[in-house]
């Protein structure tokens, strides 16, 4: 099982980016999925999650401003990440808890990260 995350990059300050994570591979079912993220010099944060009713939750500091979303037959994750602020400079990771088989337990997998720089 792979996951892929995608679109990062650099803009500036109110401007807006969307991120994608794909999974690939033995999937039989996937479970909660989530965006963390990564400043330097910080600990990861959880910035978003969705469960596969597609409940979700969000960190105080991007509430109004982030929308995460999925696409359960294409396996895929979204952020929408709108009004950026400099303190969303960061790496952001995917994780999503997949079951391989239908005996296998759920489990936790991670994308590789993307940049997110927000800078005038």
């Known amino acids: 099982v792979q996951l892929q995350a995608s679109g990062g990059g650099l803009v500036q300050p109110g401007e807006s980016l969307r991120l994608s994570c794909a999974a690939s591979g033995r999937i039989f079912r996937i479970d909660d999925m989530g965006w963390y993220r990564q400043a330097p010099g910080k600990q990861r944060e959880s910035v978003a999650t969705?469960?596969?009713?597609?409940?979700?939750n969000y960190v105080d500091s991007v509430k109004g401003r982030f929308s995460i979303s999925r696409d359960s037959a294409e396996n895929t994750m979204y952020l929408q990440m709108n009004s950026l602020k400099s303190d969303d400079t960061a790496v952001y990771y995917c994780?999503?808890?997949?079951?391989?088989?239908?005996?296998?337990?759920?489990?936790?997998?991670w994308g590789q990260g993307t940049q997110v720089t927000v800078s005038s």
């Open positions: 969705i469960t596969s009713d597609g409940d979700t």
């Open positions: 994780t999503a808890d997949i079951k391989t088989s239908r005996i296998d337990l759920s489990r936790p997998y």
